[in-house]
Every structure is written in structure tokens, then in C-alpha cells.
């Protein structure tokens, strides 16, 4: 998959959706009883990308205050959804152990991985920092964890909504009627094929996670050091 091609044509018909008043609002958002929660691998971005990141989202705010936006302590890139996030999952089911057995395992041989934060695309639901991999090592990971986690007996529902292949990193979702939709898609506009950065991954993280990977939900499980 052509990845630019793809962040290109996602933010094509989004945008569509979007004006045309398509679009899709999360009514989980705020729910309190959300017990939606699963077990993540991910990577997160340093903070000077993430201060970019902001100044994204600040500009967004000035058009439209009321949707949901990620704190730096929430933004990421997810390199694998190990368990999605299902209801009343909770971490006395497994052995998390095992989990991070296996992802060491997965990360032996792994070359440096590398990512570019460049450009920002949409979802009906949602806007997104367009992320880029410059060599094939994070695909590599991918691969040798799906292999690695269908090969045990561990609970695990890699794929099963469908099969990661991006870098994207989620900022912003629609959680009330848009005020200016137009206008919103106007800053999105401005940063389509802004520089966000570039950084090397130094860990990747292992986390106990809601659906939104909110801080105050979340549970840290592993670093996993490159």
C-alpha cells in the first residue's frame, strides 16, 4: 500500500462527508460506563513533535472548541492492537507476562525504526497527523508479532477489525455537531502537508488501555527498549 496514496484518498472522501454533514459523532466519548478496554502495543512521539501537534490543534480550537482533542499524554501511534478493546475486559484474564515474552521475542533482529509526522488527513469521525515509516522495519515488527502471537495460545484479536498498516496518529474526534465545517476543514487545509517532524523510536510501550487511551485509564505494562 502506497501510504500517501492512501492518507490522500481517506482525506478525499472524508472531507466530502464531512461538508455534506456525513460525518460520524462518538457518543462514548464522555460515557462514564465505557468499559471498553484492551491491550496495546504502541509508540509515542517526542515532545517537540508533539508541541507542533498542539499548535495544530490550537488552530482548530479557534474554529471549533466543543470536539475532542488529544493531550500530549494521550497521542500515539499504534503499532499493534494486540486485544482490542472489548467490554468488561480486565487484566486478571491473562498473564501479561506472556504478552511481553513474546514481543521481545518479535523484536529481536528489528532494524532502527524511523517515522515522519508529515501532513494531516480525516476519518468521517475523526482528524489525523498523517505518520510515514522510512524503512520497513515497522512493518517487519508487525509481521513477525502477528506470526509470533498466532503461532502461542494466548488471547489475542490481531486483525480482526482490520489489518494495521499505517503510521497515523489520531488528534481530534468528533464528539459534538460541528460548528463550522467548512471552516474546520480550511485549517486542516493549511497543515495538509505540514512538517510535523521526524523521530527515532526509542521504546515501544505496552499498555492496559481504553478506547481512547486516555492517561487516567490507562495502565503501563512494559517499555520495551529498542
Known sequence: MKLQSHYNQLYKNSAKAILDGNYKIDNQINNASDSRFGITLLIRPNDVIKAKIQLFLDELKKVDSEQYYYPNSDIHITVMSIISCYEDFTLDKIKTYDYIEIIQKSLIDIDEIKIEFKGVTASPSAIMIQGFPVNDSLNNLRDKLRENFKKSTLEQSIDSRYSISTAHSTVLRFQEKLQNPKQLLKVVEKFRDFDFG?????????????????????????DLYL
Open 198 to 222: 521526524e523521530f527515532t523510536v526509542d521504546k515501544l510501550e505496552l499498555v492496559y488501555n481504553d478506547w481512547y487511551q486516555r492517561e487516567s485509564n490507562t495502565r503501563h505494562l512494559a
